[in-house]
């Protein structure tokens, strides 16, 4: 079932006479998650808020007005300001950008034992997962068989942020479960996970 094009990319992460079964990497071209119902809705609302306080700064300096405070208070919430409305661009913008660059590093494979998620990024970060331990396997799959299999089971909050590029958010709500994100054939990968366990 390996294409084999990701076997040079795990082999030093192999144990002794360990094949690899499968391999593949997440679609980057799949931007939007279920979560992304509740978060863009959001991220636009921040990002407006964010702005109007900046455009009213702008307005008053235009317009040679002091603001109705000290140039440093004035000063001070300009730069609050534009901290939020870099925090909202990321929100609108940024982290698509974000999970695909990420997309385009991270790399799956399944042995007859574990299932492997390499993250090279800023280094390389390894997890395998011994199927043989996995309590739960879930799958949730489109129509167009691009799925996403989870080895174990995550908390609601921290399941809502993972792969939306907020994931560094998902651990503030506890463990997440190790997954395989926006792969293709989904239904067959999720198929032999499971016949190995």
Known sequence: MSNGQHQQVFQQDL?????????????????????????????????????????????????GEDGGGSVGHNLIFFLVAIVFSIIGLHFIFGRFLYKRWKKRRTYYAITARRALILTAMSGRKLQGIFLDRVPALNKSVRRDGIGTIQFGNSGWLAAMYSNTGFDFLAGFYGMEAPAFYDIKDADSVFDLANSLR
Do not use: T, Y
Request: with cysteine; proline share 8%.
């Open 15 to 63: 144990m002794q006479d360990e094949k690899i079964l499968w391999s593949g990497q997440p679609e980057p071209s799949i931007d939007f998650d279920r979560s992304d119902i509740f978060l863009i809705p959001f991220s636009l609302l921040w990002g407006g808020v964010a702005l109007i306080p900046i455009g009213e700064f702008c307005l008053s300096i235009a317009n």
